[in-house]
T-cell receptor, first 113, second 112 residues
Framework: DQQVKQNSPSLSVQEGRISILNCDYT??????FLWYKKYPAEGPTFLIS?????DKNEDGRFTVFLNKSAKHLSLHIVPSQPGDSAVYFC????????????FGKGTSLLVTP | EAGVAQSPRYKIIEKRQSVAFWCNPI?????LYWYQQILGQGPKLLIQ????????DSQLPKDRFSAERLKGVDSTLKIQPAKLEDSAVYLC??????????FGPGTRLTVL
């Protein structure tokens, strides 16, 4: 039972444009959300997070938006750079369940020059 | 600060054999997680430790998988006997706070 869904397996964006990666979740108990970036043969690395008390969190070129009523979050990367090409995983957790993360299947982002 | 260390990086075994993976978390991180990532999927939690106690092992196939963290630092994950469907990357992660988890590079297991 997939509680975190990333419905776009891949996305291609031109350098300098905005990349928007989407994520949906089904468990209303999730109260914090994270995005991880993964390069081949490496473990996921933390990118940005947001708690359920916020609807937006920004860190440099990366912004995460949370819409709790729609159980939807998105990651915006502006401007996109070729080095951003990687697989992006959305993850969600429940603070009452030990903070273990539930991951989506990932979206492979390709930023072309 | 050193990251999460895992070994081996790669392992190839035949089905019904046994295998063990090792993880050394970041110093001072009380919570340690093992995840299984099958090709094309996101990581799936197998077990979570808080110091040397198990917090959640509800998704660990206990008939063949076992894990321990005896002194609250290093951890080992064992599969005995392995099945073809166990082929995956096994990721170890650790955290001090409740937010960000730091992942190791993973062990890629191939079961033939």
């Amino acid at each position: 039972d997939q509680q975190v869904k990333q419905n776009s397996p891949s996305l291609s964006v031109q350098e300098g444009r905005i990349s928007i990666l989407n994520c949906d979740y089904t468990n209303s108990m999730f109260d914090y959300f994270l995005w991880y970036k993964k390069y081949p043969a490496e473990g996921p690395t933390f990118l940005i997070s947001i708690s359920s008390i916020k609807d937006k969190n920004e860190d440099g070129r990366f912004t995460v938006f949370l819409n709790k009523s729609a159980k939807h979050l998105s990651l915006h990367i502006v401007p996109s750079q070729p080095g951003d090409s990687a697989v992006y995983f959305c993850a969600a957790g429940d603070s009452n369940s030990g903070y273990a993360l539930n991951f989506g299947k990932g979206t492979s982002l390709l930023v072309t020059p | 600060e050193a990251g999460v260390a895992q070994s081996p990086r790669y392992k190839i075994i035949e089905k019904r054999q046994s295998v063990a993976f090792w993880c050394n978390p970041i110093s001072g991180h009380a919570t340690l997680y093992w995840y299984q990532q099958i090709l094309g999927q996101g990581p799936k939690l197998l077990i979570q430790f808080q110091n040397n106690g198990v917090v959640d092992d509800s998704q660990l196939p206990k008939d063949r998988f076992s894990a321990e963290r005896l002194k609250g630092v290093d951890s080992t994950l064992k599969i005995q006997p392995a099945k073809l469907e166990d082929s995956a990357v096994y990721l170890c992660a650790s955290t001090k706070d409740v937010d960000e988890q730091f992942f190791g590079p993973g062990t890629r297991l191939t079961v033939l």
